[in-house]
């Protein structure tokens, strides 16, 4: 149910990169803590902004089946807060706000890190959909439609609006659509209509509307709000590992990586572990990207020999800058000599 809700939810947000406009004049406005619950397919979901920069979006997810929660509860926040009850699962993803795609995805119910493929995140393909604002003439409307040659006076639809816990019956809503490519997914060619909160109450969409030849599927907001509270307060990060041991090579030594994307610049030291107290140099070195999450490690010969001493063991220290409750100790020694 995580990586279905996530690719439904990713369609909305994504959508929102079609159109600069919407981008600057929704989600610049998002603050921590604005929340949304929605139900789709027997399932509610609470869907939290967490943190939002230039660069990146972290959302936190809340899932529970339905009949979970026959009686709803009062208050959202409350039941965030007591670690919602009934929830199957929860989850906090982080989305790069240039390319779309899924920096990380942590599932606290699994107490691990959820792997997407990329078929699952569809970010390339979403980043290319334009988004056409649907004028008032072709909105939906409420009622029969009138007869041939008569003039239709019917009220525009809108879908429910609720905030904290009220309901606001005369919201406006802002309406958006776009088609799905033929790309062989359940999506292939789908028309998609977004309805979105024209006071931007919540930046995301409060409808998402998917029509097929055979059915309609929804996605609706039974609620919204801001400042909700979660006992999880970071995205948990992965932590580089060191993989081998560092290898001799023509120009000084390498030391192979295997670390997250979002780890790209460290701070390397040499712990010198041969007498009773340690000692720790800083190391100069370079960074070289291999395949996926693997890296390599080069220092030169010359910045060794300030450091390194003949017939020396050591281990080595990796702190991501900026990050340095994610360091990594290499755990056996080697011993250095020329």
């Known amino acids: 149910m995580l990586r279905l809700f996530i690719l439904s939810f990713t369609l909305s ?42 660069k990146s979006l972290i959302l936190e997810e809340i899932t529970a089946p339905a009949k979970h929660l026959k009686e709803r509860p009062t208050s959202w926040p409350e039941w965030v807060k007591a670690k919602a009850p009934g929830h199957s699962s929860w989850s906090m993803v982080e989305i ?3 390319s779309g795609e899924i920096i990380e995805c942590y599932s606290f119910s699994r107490a691990s890190w959820v792997q ?7 970010f390339a393909t979403l980043l290319q959909l334009p988004l056409k604002s649907i004028q008032s003439g072709e909105r939906r409307r409420i ?45 292939a060619g789908k028309a998609v209509t977004l309805y979105f909160d024209s006071e931007i109450r919540f930046p995301l ?42 290898k001799k090579t023509p120009k000084g030594l390498s030391l192979s990586l295997k670390s997250p994307k979002y780890f790209r610049t460290f701070e390397l030291f040499a712990i010198d572990v041969t007498g009773r107290e340690k000692q720790i140099y800083p190391v100069t070195h370079s960074l070289v990207d291999g395949d996926g999450d693997l890296l390599t490690i080069e220092i030169d010969e010359a910045d060794l020999a300030q450091v390194l001493e003949t017939n020396h063991r050591y281990t080595w220290l990796l702190v991501p ?3 340095s409750e994610s360091y990594t100790e290499s755990t056996k020694p080697f011993t250095w000599g020329r």
């Open 205 to 246: 969409p409060y409808w998402i509307q998917v029509e097929t030849s055979h059915a309609i599927g929804h996605f609706r907001a039974i609620d919204s709000g801001r400042n909700l509270h979660s006992p999880y307060r970071t995205m948990p990060h992965r932590i580089p590992q060191f993989v081998g041991q560092p």
């Open 96 to 98: 790069d706000l240039n």
């Open 116 to 122: 997407l493929a990329p078929s699952e995140s569809l």
């Open 321 to 323: 800058a900026g990050h």
């Open 143 to 187: 009622g029969p439609p009138p007869g041939s040659g008569d003039a239709d006076f019917r009220q525009i639809w809108q879908p429910p609006l609720v905030f904290e816990g009220k309901t606001f019956p005369k919201a406006v809503f802002d309406a958006f659509a776009t088609q799905w490519p033929q790309d062989n997914t359940d999506l």
């Open 13 to 54: 947000l994504t959508l929102f990169f079609g159109s600069d406009i919407l981008l600057k004049e929704r989600l610049t406005r998002a603050k921590s803590g604005d929340y949304i619950v929605a139900e789709s397919n027997k399932m509610i979901t609470v869907l939290i902004i967490r943190t939002l920069t230039p």
